[in-house]
C-alpha cells in the first residue's frame, strides 16, 4: 500500500476533510491531494505534520512498502578489507536497505579496534565459530557457538576473539554501518 492511500485512508478514519487536514499540518490542499493521489513525493518533514495531524506515528506511513527480493549470491558478495582489520563479507543487498548482514572471521586473540566503539542504531552478532567475548559497559560475556546478543551500537562495545582458534561470526547492523568498496567474482 502507497504512502498516499495510507494517509488517505487514515484521514477518512478521522472523517477529516483535505481541506481540515491541510490546516491541522500547516501544509496546503493541493499538496495533501497531491501527496494522496501519489502524484508527488513527499518529505520526511511533511510526512511528519500529516502524521502528527492525523495522529499517528510516522513510521505507520513506511512499513510494509515493499522492495523486490534482491539475491546476494556467494560469490557475489561485496567485501571489506580495511587496513589490518580481517575481511567482512556483506551477506545482504548492499545498497539501500536498512539492515546490513556481514560475516567475519576473527584471528585468535583478534580485538575489533583498539578499544570499546560506537556507531548508530542497533547490533546483532552471533557466533558460528569459536568463542567471542563481548563487552558493553559494566556487562561482559563469553559467546558460545551458536550464542548470539543483540545491543545498542551507540552504546561503546567490543568484540573479540576469546579463543585458540579463528572465530567466525554473523553481524547484523540497523541502519547500515560498512559501506562495500570492492566485490569479488
Given at each position: ?31 495533501i491531494s497531491q501527496v494522496e493521489n501519489d502524484k508527488v513525493s513527499v518529505s520526511l518533514e511533511s510526512l511528519q ?84 567475548k563481548v563487552t558493553q559497559g559494566d556487562f561482559s560475556a563469553i559467546l558460545e557457538v551458536g550464542d548470539s546478543i ?36
Amino acid at each position: 500500500m502507497s504512502i498516499g492511500i495510507k494517509i488517505k485512508t487514515n484521514r477518512q478514519k478521522l472523517n477529516l476533510t483535505i481541506p481540515q487536514l491541510a490546516d491541522i499540518a500547516g501544509l496546503s490542499k493541493g499538496f495533501i491531494s497531491q501527496v494522496e493521489n501519489d502524484k508527488v513525493s513527499v518529505s520526511l518533514e511533511s510526512l511528519q505534520k500529516i502524521a502528527s495531524a492525523l495522529k499517528v506515528p510516522v513510521k505507520d506511513f513506511l512499513t510494509n512498502l515493499s522492495f523486490p527480493p534482491e539475491l546476494v549470491k556467494k560469490n557475489g558478495r561485496p567485501r571489506l578489507k580495511l587496513g589490518d582489520e580481517p575481511e567482512v563479507e556483506i551477506l545482504s543487498s548492499p545498497f539501500g536497505r536498512q539492515l546490513q548482514v556481514l560475516m567475519t572471521e576473527l584471528p585468535p586473540g583478534y580485538q575489533a579496534g583498539n578499544c570499546a566503539h560506537t556507531h548508530e542504531g542497533e547490533e546483532w552478532v552471533m557466533v558460528l565459530s569459536g568463542q567471542v567475548k563481548v563487552t558493553q559497559g559494566d556487562f561482559s560475556a563469553i559467546l558460545e557457538v551458536g550464542d548470539s546478543i543483540h545491543w545498542d551500537g551507540s552504546c561503546p562495545h567490543l568484540c573479540q576473539n576469546a579463543s585458540e582458534i579463528p572465530a567466525k561470526i554473523i553481524v547484523a547492523l540497523t541502519p547500515p554501518a560498512m559501506l562495500p568498496v570492492s566485490k569479488t567474482e
